[in-house]
């Protein structure tokens, strides 16, 4: 029971993050705004720790590294968490601000929520064995394919001035986490 505290701390931390937009935003559409931002901002260090768990393990072995290592579906889990909640509030602002957005703005995020929401059903060890190799398959891409998504979200807000501080923020911690899986997977080898 106690090992699956990561999967309440995602929900608690999307609804949290929800909470604050709420709070501070200035009308719907603005307050909706800041929901969908922030949720995504507290998932990324969430779903970072996941992507870098067995890396992380690998590279400075020690007691809490192997227990995010050994717990990492539950990290998982407690992204896919935060996450949903992202999608609830960023339908909630596009509601607001009665944006429209074209079927092929949403195909890259789309796909990234149906992997999400994939690994998150096969997050167990009987998925593991009906699937065999393919659920390895599924989790690699997943994986990295929303580290794809989160690096593209935060990388095009690199140009605009106000968005740049948090842009920084994403992008170097992704760049971090991918730092450490290519020096985990480098010592491995040499080994
Ligand atoms: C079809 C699916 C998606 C849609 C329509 C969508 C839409 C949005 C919207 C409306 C915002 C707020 C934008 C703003 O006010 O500046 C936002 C922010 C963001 N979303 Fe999503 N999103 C989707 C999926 C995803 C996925 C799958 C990820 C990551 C894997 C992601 C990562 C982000 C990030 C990093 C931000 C900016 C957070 C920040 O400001 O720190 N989104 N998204």
Same mark, same amino acid.
């Given at each position: *029971?106690?090992?699956?505290?990561?999967?309440?701390?995602?929900l608690i931390a999307g609804l949290?993050?929800?909470?604050?937009?709420?709070?501070?935003?200035?009308?719907?559409?603005?307050?909706?705004?800041?929901?969908?931002?922030?949720?995504?901002?507290?998932?990324?260090?969430?779903?970072?720790?996941?992507?870098?768990?067995?890396?992380?393990?690998?590279?400075?072995?020690?007691?809490?590294?192997?227990?995010?290592?050994?717990?990492?579906?539950?990290?998982?889990?407690?992204?896919?968490?935060?996450?949903?909640?992202?999608?609830y509030a960023l339908i909630k602002?596009?509601?607001?601000?009665?944006?429209?957005?074209?079927?092929?703005?949403?195909?890259?995020?789309?796909?990234?929520?149906?992997?999400?929401?994939? *690994?998150?059903?096969?997050?167990?060890?009987?998925?593991?064995r009906v699937l065999g190799k393919?659920?390895?398959?599924?989790?690699?891409?997943?994986?990295?394919?929303?580290?794809?998504?989160?690096?593209?979200?935060?990388?095009?807000?690199? *140009?605009?001035?106000?968005?740049?501080?948090?842009?920084?923020?994403?992008?170097?911690?992704?760049?971090?986490?991918?730092?450490?899986?290519?020096?985990?997977?480098?010592?491995?080898?040499?080994?």
């Open positions: *029971m106690l090992q699956r505290w990561p999967l309440l701390l995602g949290g993050a929800i909470y604050l937009g709420l709070e501070t935003g200035s009308g719907e559409a603005d307050a909706w705004g800041r929901a969908a931002r922030w949720t995504a901002r507290i998932g990324l260090p969430i779903f970072l720790l996941t992507y870098a768990a067995s890396a992380l393990g690998r590279i400075w072995p020690g007691e809490i590294t192997r227990t995010i290592w050994r717990n990492r579906r539950w990290w998982g889990l407690g992204f896919a968490a935060c996450h949903t909640v992202h999608l602002a596009l509601e607001a601000s009665g944006e429209v957005r074209t079927i092929g703005s949403l195909i890259p995020g789309g796909i990234a929520y149906l992997l999400i929401f994939l *690994m998150a059903l096969t997050s167990s060890d009987a998925a593991m393919n659920w390895k398959r599924l989790h690699t891409f997943g994986i990295h394919y929303v580290w794809f998504i989160f690096t593209a979200a935060y990388a095009g807000r690199l *140009m605009t001035a106000k968005t740049r501080p948090e842009a920084i923020y994403g992008v170097s911690l992704c760049l971090l986490a991918l730092a450490i899986r290519i020096a985990a997977w480098r010592k491995t080898r040499r080994s």
